[in-house]
């Protein structure tokens, strides 16, 4: 291939997409006029971007990410409000500071040295059942009542671990191992209950 | 007569929100956010840490709206926060996907256990999945490319490289996808 015409196969992607102008559209509609296989790469091109153009966006997280945002940009502006502090203040915070400093650095000592006895294994919420399985980050739907929820995570062998966190999700995990199918089918159903916003697998 | 109602363009939302008038940035997050959330999601096939990258970017789109000076498009100002933002999250968790070391005349010819195939009958399931088994620095071109409709130059800005390396990136993504789909169609046209 020469260089013009490898020049010309660059371009081709983006005369697909209608995006290309001037001398270099004159030029792929010159090879276009003339050349069999480069009007077929053109149509490969344009069904390739059809392809990618059909594909379902998906969800995403909609007003849900509009909400975290009020809310960060409510904590940002109450920050920019915040009077600055007498200087005479600063002392106190200082000593504080190093006592914290202290106390952070005795408490990381004794971890450190202590004995490992513990797993990385989850429990529930309330401390009782081991569970095994993936966990996922679920946002209820406000209206959804608590017993439809129990009877749902009971359906799906699923138990709170946590929550709710900060931004108002929880953490829910599988009481048994999952295969991936198993999990990515259990995620396809939490997306499709009423009950549920949004299901996340972490 | 009927009074005509348009909708303020993604310019003047800029210069609302950068005046802080939250209605603007609302209408402006209803109207991308799908987009990015998908741009991003796409790259980093994690819709957590994706949820997380797009608070992000729209933070940034709030605190500096002021600095936007409309040399370039809005969309190409807010997909480069975007691609920076989660390139920076795949640098950190898996580094050899965004090395500046590329070199780009080899074709990538890495290709897609069979056995994540298996599900993937339909053309554009195959299309989806070895979209998802290119580099993730071909994949953005692509999607920029072709979901976004972006122009060349467009797509160098966002992703800060030369129009050169755009324009060669997708040559080779779209070898890459070919090579992909036609071992799984016997379509060796």
Redesign the interface.
Known sequence: MTDTA?DL???L??Y?????EGIEKEAVEKRLQEDEAFR?ELD??KA??A?????D??Q???EL??A???K??DA?ANVGNLPKPPANENRFWRIAAIAATIALIFALSVQLYAPITGSDDYVTASGTTKVEGPVF?IFFEAEGNQGAISSLLAAEKLTIIEGPTEIGYYRVAAIEKLSNNTRQELLARLNASPLIQEA??? | MATQITEPSDEELIERIARQD?AA??LF??RH???I??FI?KKLND??EA?DI??EV??EI??KADRFEGRSKVSTWFFGIAFNKTVDRIRKKMPDQFSEDDNEDIVDEEVLNPMELVGATE??TL??KC?EALKATQRAV??L???E????P?IAKIIGRPEGTV??R??HA?QA??LCISKFTGDR?
């Not at chain 2, 409709?149 to 060349?152: A, E, G, K, L, N």
């Open positions: 490898k196969e660059q371009l992607p983006f697909a997409n209608g995006t290309l077929l490969y091109l390739l971007r392809n990618i153009k059909a594909e966006m998906g995403s997280p909609g990410g509009l975290r945002l009020h960060a940009i940002d980050q996340l697998a972490e | 939250r940035f609302d997050y209803k956010e799908k987009h959330y998908f999601q819709s957590f949820y797009l608070h729209f933070m709030w605190r053309e554009a299309i989806a979209i692509v999607q490319a072709f979901y409709d972006m122009s060349y467009e324009k060669t997708i040559f779209k996808l070919k046209s």
